[in-house]
T-cell receptor
Framework: DQQVKQNSPSLSVQEGRISILNCDYT??????FLWYKKYPAEGPTFLIS?????DKNEDGRFTVFLNKSAKHLSLHIVPSQPGDSAVYFC????????????FGKGTSLLVTP | GAGVSQTPSNKVTEKGKYVELRCDPI?????LYWYRQSLGQGPEFLIY????????DSGLPNDRFFAVRPEGSVSTLKIQRTERGDSAMYLC??????????????FGPGTRLTVL
């Protein structure tokens, strides 16, 4: 069963606008959440993370929001740039399982000039 | 410094054959993870090593799959009697330490396995 869900397989955004990628999870034992970015023919690259004790983490143009009561997190990219075009994976982990990552299916983001 | 490397980058084999996939983690990383990514899916956890021992192999799909890390560095994922359903991208990741707090996992480029 899919414990991490990304319900939007694709998203298209104009350059300069905000990109919002969403993720839902079901396992309440998850205590660390991450976003990875993946280009074709490469492994996933870490982008940003958030611990379950926080509700927001910001790093430059990237901000991750966590709503534990709704078991929902989102990634905001502002402003979006064409180089941001990639597949974005949401992942969740638990200290109980050595932080093995549980991934969603990914959202393909296209930022158009 | 060198990142995680995986060899081969591509492997084509016939149904029923045995394959080995190799992962060289970042030097000094004690935790090593194997994931499998099928088309249109996110990576799926297979097994995790802390040092030489497999700390969690709950993600291995069946007993045809086995992984070792004899010296706590390089790891080999072994698949016996391959089936067409084993075709996927196999990803390896390493991190400094996984026991007490999250450490960033660095991924290799993966091995694309195709079983004909």
């Amino acid at each position: 069963d899919q414990q991490v869900k990304q319900n939007s397989p694709s998203l298209s955004v104009q350059e300069g606008r905000i990109s919002i990628l969403n993720c839902d999870y079901t396992n309440s034992m998850f205590d660390y959440f991450l976003w990875y970015k993946k280009y074709p023919a490469e492994g996933p690259t870490f982008l940003i993370s958030i611990s379950s004790i926080k509700d927001k983490n910001e790093d430059g143009r990237f901000t991750v929001f966590l709503n534990k009561s709704a078991k929902h997190l989102s990634l905001h990219i502002v402003p979006s740039q064409p180089g941001d075009s990639a597949v974005y994976f949401c992942a969740a982990s638990s200290s109980n399982s050595g932080y093995a990552l549980n991934f969603g299916k990914g959202t393909s983001l296209l930022v158009t000039p | 410094g060198a990142g995680v490397s995986q060899t081969p980058s591509n492997k084509v084999t016939e149904k029923g054959k045995y394959v080995e996939l190799r992962c060289d983690p970042i030097s000094g990383h004690t935790a090593l993870y194997w994931y499998r990514q099928s088309l249109g899916q996110g990576p799926e956890f297979l097994i995790y090593f802390q040092g030489t021992g497999a700390a969690d192999d709950s993600g291995l799909p069946n007993d045809r799959f086995f992984a070792v890390r004899p010296e706590g560095s390089v790891s080999t994922l072994k698949i016996q009697r391959t089936e067409r359903g084993d075709s996927a991208m196999y990803l390896c990741a390493s991190s400094l330490l996984a026991a007490r707090s999250y450490n960033e996992q660095f991924f290799g480029p993966g091995t694309r396995l195709t079983v004909l």
